[in-house]
């Protein structure tokens, strides 16, 4: 070090071989961590300002609160048990075992994934070594944990304005550790499908299609909103909802940017392909909506970019761009036609309250994008990051991959419909998954005893004699109007 005495030793964190491995990259180590806080600002504050200001005012505490209280909760079950039970040991074709990932010894070692050896089909040779990317452990679970955080987070958006909030306190860690690691581990972390060849390049089945349809299983368990809840629903605060999805849109750079695990070619063309179809995907829902509504919508603007954006996810390193702008004008079409004209005409669908519609921008689109991968993923793309040699689309003469992807997807959707039921039953013997309706029919004040905004008149009512605005609640619980805070 210049400037000090020969004999000043330097700590170990600068000492090569100690703090400074021969395996360490600091640029792949640097991008890996920047893009797992690029997928957590996606949810904070991301969607915890978008669900904040798309619903009704009276529950945009309660929409922001449920997404904050679902990525804290995750990140303490992801290093105590849920990163071995996606990524570790096998303990069957399916899941991995449980184990902590709080060890030094772990952390700082060379990452590594998945734990499990691929073989060539019916044979004992190797077909494609372990992934070993420049940078240790603790990267690779943060990086991971901000994904798994960002599923508990869009299923939450199929629940709000309704759910009880202890009930979604317990749900969060048992559909946690019960769906998402099957899923995480069957497809990335060297299960079954991992093997057999399935494509999800960033989290399109594991993420996208598995909340879509536990959001939906989870919003017919819990039931609907109140009445008048269902029939208007306005957003409190359109800008603002404008903001979290510019920083959902922005942080998808590290979403898919960062899962070839390096600051590499394949990572550029992700990120490139990814606002490609978003942009392609916002333009064309925009446009449908023009044509048949006559007015733009911004509101229909934000979904065509999630299905945009969720769309390109399971191929966004592996096709090229003129698939991306396809897949673009895919998602912004037929998840638009579910939404505005099969949900209408659909009992099942009318029955279930799904409040954000996250079944449409997230099942369908994160279907959608699994199978046309299964049609664009490009011969030379696919060696840069899938395991399994020769994988191909069927546009380019493997017709096998798309049937690999529509079974991948049928997994997925089978096990969340049966594992998120079932989570269901089990919260509602300890808690009611709904609120009562005087709580619904108040929202924040009741549920919280706090409110977004000083401003009253949604759920409250004046009393001339006390010369305040006061909420149903006071007088069901015999006490004095909380809400008398100004005079008229």
Same mark, same amino acid.
């Given at each position: 070090?210049?400037?000090?005495?020969?004999?000043?030793?330097?700590?170990?964190?600068?000492?090569?071989?100690? +703090?400074?491995?021969?395996?360490?990259?600091?640029?792949?180590?640097?991008?890996?961590?920047?893009?797992?806080?690029?997928?957590?600002?996606?949810?904070?504050?991301?969607?915890?300002?978008?669900?904040?200001?798309?619903?009704? &005012? &009276? *529950?945009?505490?309660?929409?922001?609160?449920?997404?904050?209280?679902?990525?804290?909760?995750?990140?303490?079950?992801?290093?105590?048990?849920?990163?071995?039970?996606?990524?570790?040991?096998?303990?069957?074709?399916?899941?991995?075992?449980?184990?902590?990932?709080?060890?030094?010894?772990?952390?700082?070692?060379?990452?590594?994934? %998945?734990?499990?050896?691929?073989?060539?089909?019916?044979?004992?040779?190797?077909?494609?070594?372990?992934?070993?990317?420049?940078? %240790?452990?603790?990267?690779?679970?943060?990086?991971?944990?901000?994904?798994?955080?960002?599923?508990?987070?869009?299923?939450?958006?199929?629940?709000?304005?309704?759910?009880?909030? &202890?009930?979604?306190?317990?749900?969060?860690?048992?559909?946690?550790?019960?769906?998402?690691?099957?899923? /995480?581990?069957?497809? *990335?972390?060297?299960?079954?499908?991992?093997?057999?060849?399935?494509?999800?390049?960033?989290?399109?089945?594991?993420?996208?299609?598995?909340? +879509?349809?536990?959001?939906?299983?989870?919003?017919?368990?819990?039931? %609907?909103?109140?009445?008048?809840?269902?029939?208007?629903?306005?957003?409190?605060?359109? $800008?603002?909802?404008?903001?979290?999805?510019?920083? $959902?849109?922005?942080?998808?750079?590290?979403?898919?940017?960062?899962?070839?695990?390096?600051?590499?070619?394949?990572?550029?063309?992700?990120?490139?392909?990814?606002?490609?179809?978003?942009?392609?995907?916002?333009?064309?829902?925009?446009?449908?909506?023009?044509?048949?509504?006559?007015?733009?919508?911004?509101?229909?603007?934000?979904?065509?970019?999630?299905?945009?954006?969720?769309?390109?996810?399971?191929?966004?390193?592996?096709?090229?761009?003129?698939?991306?702008?396809?897949?673009?004008?895919?998602? +912004?079409?037929?998840?638009?036609?579910?939404?505005?004209?099969?949900?209408?005409?659909?009992?099942?669908?009318?029955?279930?309250?799904?409040?954000?519609?996250?079944? #449409?921008?997230?099942?369908?689109?994160?279907?959608?994008?699994?199978?046309?991968?299964?049609?664009?993923? #490009?011969?030379?793309?696919?060696?840069?990051?899938?395991?399994?040699?020769?994988?191909?689309?069927?546009?380019?003469?493997?017709?096998?991959?798309?049937?690999?992807?529509?079974?991948?997807?049928?997994?997925?959707?089978?096990?969340?419909?049966?594992?998120?039921?079932?989570?269901?039953?089990?919260?509602?013997?300890?808690?009611?998954?709904?609120? %009562?309706?005087?709580? $619904?029919?108040?929202?924040?004040? /009741?549920?919280?005893?706090?409110?977004?905004?000083?401003? *009253?008149?949604?759920?409250? &009512?004046?009393?001339?004699?006390?010369?305040?605005?006061?909420?149903?609640?006071?007088?069901? #619980?015999?006490?004095?109007?909380?809400?008398?805070?100004?005079?008229?």
């Amino acid at each position: 070090m210049a400037g000090l005495p020969y004999n000043v030793t330097m700590t170990l964190g600068y000492q090569p071989g100690t +703090g400074i491995p021969e395996w360490l990259n600091k640029g792949d180590n640097a991008w890996q961590m920047v893009s797992a806080t690029l997928v957590g600002l996606q949810s904070v504050p991301g969607l915890v300002i978008l669900y904040g200001s798309i619903v009704k &005012k &009276k *529950w945009a505490v309660n929409s922001a609160f449920m997404a904050l209280y679902a990525f804290a909760a995750v990140w303490l079950c992801w290093v105590i048990w849920g990163y071995q039970m996606s990524f570790g040991q096998k303990l069957v074709p399916f899941w991995g075992k449980a184990g902590h990932s709080l060890n030094q010894g772990l952390l700082l070692s060379q990452a590594g994934l %998945p734990a499990t050896t691929h073989y060539f089909h019916n044979s004992d040779v190797v077909e494609t070594v372990e992934i070993t990317p420049f940078y %240790p452990m603790a990267s690779m679970v943060y990086f991971q944990c901000v994904f798994a955080a960002i599923t508990l987070i869009l299923l939450a958006g199929s629940l709000l304005g309704r759910m009880n909030f &202890k009930a979604w306190m317990l749900f969060v860690p048992l559909w946690l550790t019960f769906s998402y690691t099957i899923g /995480a581990f069957s497809i *990335w972390g060297g299960g079954f499908l991992f093997h057999w060849g399935v494509i999800d390049y960033s989290g399109g089945y594991v993420i996208h299609l598995s909340s +879509g349809v536990a959001g939906f299983t989870a919003a017919y368990w819990v039931g %609907p909103r109140l009445t008048k809840d269902r029939e208007r629903f306005p957003p409190n605060n359109v $800008l603002l909802m404008l903001t979290g999805a510019g920083i $959902l849109w922005m942080g998808w750079a590290g979403f898919n940017g960062g899962d070839p695990y390096s600051a590499n070619v394949d990572s550029s063309i992700a990120v490139l392909n990814t606002n490609i179809c978003a942009a392609t995907s916002l333009l064309v829902w925009t446009c449908l909506d023009v044509i048949f509504f006559k007015k733009p919508s911004v509101i229909g603007a934000v979904q065509g970019m999630i299905t945009g954006l969720v769309c390109i996810t399971p191929g966004a390193g592996l096709v090229q761009g003129w698939a991306a702008i396809l897949m673009g004008m895919i998602s +912004g079409s037929i998840p638009w036609f579910t939404m505005m004209v099969v949900h209408k005409r659909s009992r099942l669908l009318q029955q279930v309250d799904d409040t954000l519609g996250v079944f #449409h921008t997230h099942a369908v689109a994160g279907f959608l994008g699994g199978a046309t991968t299964g049609l664009f993923a #490009h011969p030379d793309l696919c060696p840069m990051f899938l395991p399994v040699t020769n994988s191909r689309g069927a546009f380019y003469g493997n017709g096998m991959q798309l049937v690999k992807q529509v079974v991948g997807a049928l997994f997925i959707i089978s096990w969340n419909v049966v594992v998120t039921s079932l989570v269901c039953l089990v919260v509602r013997l300890v808690v009611p998954l709904r609120m %009562p309706d005087d709580e $619904l029919a108040i929202g924040d004040d /009741a549920v919280h005893g706090e409110e977004a905004y000083a401003l *009253w008149g949604d759920g409250e &009512k004046y009393d001339s004699t006390k010369h305040g605005w006061y909420s149903d609640i006071d007088t069901q #619980h015999n006490k004095a109007p909380s809400g008398v805070t100004q005079n008229v």
